[in-house]
């Protein structure tokens, strides 16, 4: 089997237009994701090479759909994707990071403290079905659940008007076909597939954002 590279590519001319005068707090967090994070398991060795166009840039580019200073919540948060991404790219945003297993909330909280976003991320250990009490203005996600369970799951976080953000890839309007009853039996009134990063980064991120009513 070839040797997989596991030193940090070097951040495309794209992550500049994106992450501003952020852009080495970017930096560091895709040394972190490719050291720290390969080692403990929460991304594989494979991804080294594409952190940049795969992941960082790929979830930071939902901050088109994030009006300013709105609460967001990030639910199985994983390693901090699209969350911490986010945050970086939007230091107006107040983000929480929503995790249950432990290794990844250690994870996400040395991250937040190395990268010196403890004032503006918030990593919680939990559920997301556990946290009723709370909620946020944009609810974000990736690979977590299909359509209709991620509903049920992040609906109750929303606040009202809110909306949930889910990263999915080139089979997005599919799934909201297939998925479009379930959405609805979760109380889904609105629901469309967006692409968004266009002409910013190579590649568009696809995702699927819908909520209780008109935006």
Known sequence: MSEVSRETPPAPSAAAGVFSDRLDVAERYAALLVGPGVDRGLLGPREAPRIWDRHLLNCAVIEELCPPGVTVADVGSGAGLPGLALAIARPDLEVTLIEPLLR??????????????????????????????????????????????????????????????????????EELRKERAALARAGVTVAEVVEVGEGRVDTPTTVVRFGRGAR
Do not use: M, N, W
């Open 104 to 173: 990844r909330c250690i994870f996400l909280e040395e991250a937040v403290e190395h990268l010196g976003l403890s004032g503006q991320i918030e990593v919680v250990r939990s559920r997301a079905e556990d946290l009723e009490h709370r909620s946020y203005e944009r609810v974000t996600s990736r690979a977590v659940a299909p359509l209709g369970k991620l509903a049920r799951r992040c609906l109750p976080l929303l606040t009202p008007g809110g909306e949930v953000i889910a990263i999915k890839g080139s089979s997005a309007s």
